[in-house]
């Protein structure tokens, strides 16, 4: 069974720093709006909310990349090709590694074939030698 996909620290950080930021912009611009001489801290504040959508994404980006390394793990455990194939079938392999019961799977189950690497293959196989060409060219 995969354990279920959790949130990466990174990603974390960056939705931390990202709201501390947007926070800190917000502040910045009540305060220009506030005071009267420093105006230029609204144009300082708006700066703070463009960084902080700017972590936003980079914390998506970084939680994607996690969730896309979680499924492909997932999935490459329930197409091993190098488990037994004669222990298990596509469904019952489906249902160990969501967690649930063969019996639970599907009706319909597909066989798996064990894997054989057409390069091993290649080189188990007899080579045979060609035959020089019978009119060899003249030069």
Known sequence: MSKPYSRTILSSIFDILGALVLIGAGITIFGGFVSEGERYLVGAGIAGVVIAIFYF????VIDFLGRTAHNTERLCTLLDPRRPADSATLATR???AEGGTPEAASEKTIPLQPYED???KWQ???RQ???????PPKT
């Open 57 to 60: 994404g980079v914390a998506q």
């Open 94 to 96: 489906k249902a160990s």
């Open 118 to 120: 057409p390069f091993e």
């Open 124 to 126: 188990r196989e007899p």
């Open 129 to 135: 030698k060609q035959a020089p060409p019978e009119n």
